[in-house]
């Protein structure tokens, strides 16, 4: 029998971590961004119809695996999975389970690591007296490992070390006394500082602090729905994403963090609860800070301009500067509150990755917990180094590419066949509803039978197909020419190869040589991660044949 | 703002906090489970799936 003796203290406990698993720095930073790139108030209708064919069922599906194989003593996805069916291919596919937690910890730590040390600096003033730009090139200063402001050497790695050593210290105190302990007090300080800066953002006044524009303004750009936006397939693949980035769905923690509910416990509801505190975090919260600020201090066309590069570069090179235009103390306060909050969400995703992990050591070589949270530090140590030295060359954005995204989809498409066809809807709602404490609709079963493995293989087709500048229509009229974006394109390094062309031809050889040097990495952290994977498999084959000389299987 | 971006957004606003809301009043008031007794805590059919039986 396993060693691994953990579970959750309380049910309030074990919805906040699993909401706290579930809300991450995306909630603040991705959601808006997709939001007004995507039909603005628009978007809103795929999201939440997602949400309900996509979202929710994952979001069962994976708390009733969890549950299921927590019966039999597996807390991670390999063997969670092997006992769903006999065929032992299953437990290989678990790997994912396991894999995409350590890759993304990797990248995400070193983020997270960045909201710690900004917190420090909103609260130490570095940002006082800075123009806009001016807090820009801290950005880019800190990303490039540059001289500090306040003279500590390698900031960037001092900070990811501080984060990661946190990290495997929570998670060395074990699921009640570390990971839900850090959910009861992440989450509530999160919606408080959230409530906060989303208050602020709805009661922006022009010309008052330096406002361009009334918060209206920046609320309109957000809400004012483009429904000819509803027909286009990529809208309905940006919801569809967003939704799995948003839930943690097809990462394996949700099915770790399930396996410690006792059998005969509700997991519907717990899964309702859970699913809909993100929600409320994202669209409620979420939309209410970053959009409407931005606009309120920079104008329309600004903001529509720095959403080109995504919301991580509103959040860290905007917000600081927008927050000080507010005074030397309020701003400071702001700027620790908006740090805090996303410290506190990464951080309650941070430990959900680091628990799978664990939690197949514990169970399959009896390792103690601290042990393993140490070794799940170290593993990420060394393969987040990479992000942190390497971020210029594409490494920490490979990372999230091949981990953060399409791992996800393709786990999830697995694990949805899984549970509706081969382990078989008729147990598998047996699964879902025994011990519920909500009425679970029947209409239920059949999304998730058809409609949501149906969704998830259009996710991954239209992934890895993606036309050009998303014109689908164009593609099906016979014209399918590969997007940039698209899996296919994305391994044949056609956007980097584009970019060594266009540098070759115009001579400018130093940017040949960052591109060299890009592509080189590139290609070299593929192989890490794909080493990473079979590393792991191999691990679980050798718990497997542990298991049949111990006479377990 | 305009009546089309009010509409969403109140309308989106209310439904996602009053549903997060309400499955968490759910959660807080229900009453939790007995723990499982020796025989009603064993009573499950716990099989791994490639087990014949």
């Not at chain 1, 003033?125 to 050497?153: C, K, R, W």
């Not at chain 1, 030397?328 to 628990?355: D, E, N, R």
């Not at chain 1, 890490?528 to 792991?536: D, R």
């Not at chain 2, 809301?21 to 959660?27: C, E, I």
Request: proline share 3%.
């Amino acid at each position: 029998m396993s060693a691994n003796k953990e579970s959750w203290g309380s049910r309030v406990g074990l919805i906040l971590a699993m909401a706290g698993n579930a809300v991450g720095l995306g909630n603040f930073l991705r959601f808006p961004v997709q939001a007004v790139q995507n039909g603005g108030g628009a978007f809103i209708i795929p999201y939440l119809v997602c949400f309900l064919v996509m979202g929710i069922p994952l979001l069962w599906i994976e708390w009733s695996m969890g549950r299921f194989g927590g019966k039999f003593g597996h807390h991670s996805t390999p063997f969670i999975l092997d006992t769903m069916h006999k065929g032992r291919f299953w437990k290989y596919i678990g790997v994912f389970g396991i894999w995409t937690n350590i890759a993304v910890a990797a990248y995400y730590c070193y983020l997270e690591s960045w909201t710690l040390s900004y917190m420090m600096h909103s609260a130490f003033g570095s940002f006082n007296g800075m123009d806009q730009n001016g807090v820009a090139e801290f950005f880019n200063h800190y990303v490039n490992l540059d001289a500090s402001t306040m003279g500590i050497p390698y900031e960037p790695i001092v900070f990811f070390l501080i984060c990661l050593l946190l990290n495997t210290w929570i998670l060395s105190k074990g699921l009640a006394g570390g990971v839900e302990r850090v959910a009861k007090i992440g989450m509530p300080l999160l919606i408080l500082f959230g409530v906060f800066l989303a208050y602020k953002g709805f009661t922006i006044s022009a010309g008052v602090d330096g406002a361009i524009n009334d918060s209206s303004v920046g609320l309109n750009f957000l809400w004012t729905p483009d429904y000819t936006k509803l027909w286009s397939p990529s809208v309905w693949l940006a919801a569809a994403g967003q939704i799995f980035f948003t839930l943690s769905v097809g990462m394996g923690t949700v099915h770790c963090y399930a396996s410690y509910v006792r059998g005969k416990d509700d997991i519907a509801l717990n899964a309702m609860s859970a699913g809909w505190m993100n929600e409320f975090v994202e669209v409620v919260l979420g939309g209410a800070i970053l959009i409407p600020i931005s606009i309120g201090y920079l104008g329309i066309d600004r903001v529509t301009e720095l959403v080109q590069f995504g919301g991580l570069g509103l959040g860290f090179k905007t917000l600081p500067y927008l927050f000080l235009q507010w005074g030397p103390i309020l701003g400071a306060v702001a700027g620790m509150m908006w740090f805090g909050l996303l410290f506190f969400a990464g951080i309650t995703s941070s430990l959900a990755m680091g628990t799978p992990w664990m939690g197949f050591l514990q169970d399959e070589f009896n390792w103690k917990r601290k042990s393993a949270a140490w070794s799940f530090g170290l593993i990420v140590l060394v393969l987040g180094l990479p992000t942190v030295i390497f971020f210029n060359y594409g490494v920490f954005d490979e990372y999230d590419y091949w981990a953060g995204t399409v791992s996800l989809v393709v786990f999830a498409l697995f694990e949805s066949i899984l549970f509706a066809w081969v382990f078989g809807m008729k147990k598998g709602w047996r699964e879902i509803t025994s011990g519920a404490d909500i009425k679970v609709p029947g209409i239920y079963k059949f999304i998730i039978k058809f409609v949501t493995p149906l969704l998830l293989l259009w996710v991954f087709i239209g992934s890895l197909v993606t036309p050009k500048g998303g014109d689908w229509g164009a593609a099906l009229s016979g014209n399918w020419v590969l997007d940039d974006s698209s899996i296919i394109s994305k391994i044949r390094n056609v956007s980097l190869k584009k970019d060594l062309a266009n540098a070759i031809a115009a001579m400018d050889t130093e940017k040949i040589k960052h591109l060299e040097d890009t592509l080189f990495f590139v290609n070299a952290s593929r192989l890490l991660l794909v080493g990473v994977f079979v590393s792991i498999a191999l691990l679980v084959y050798i718990a497997y044949k542990k298991r049949v000389r111990e006479g377990k299987i | 703002m305009n009546t089309s971006a009010l509409v969403v957004m109140l309308t989106t606003l209310s439904l996602v906090t009053g549903l997060m809301l309400y499955f968490f009043y759910r959660v807080l008031n229900t009453p939790p489970k007995p723990e499982p007794d020796s025989f009603l805590g064993n009573d499950d059919d716990l099989t791994r799936q490639n087990v014949a039986h």
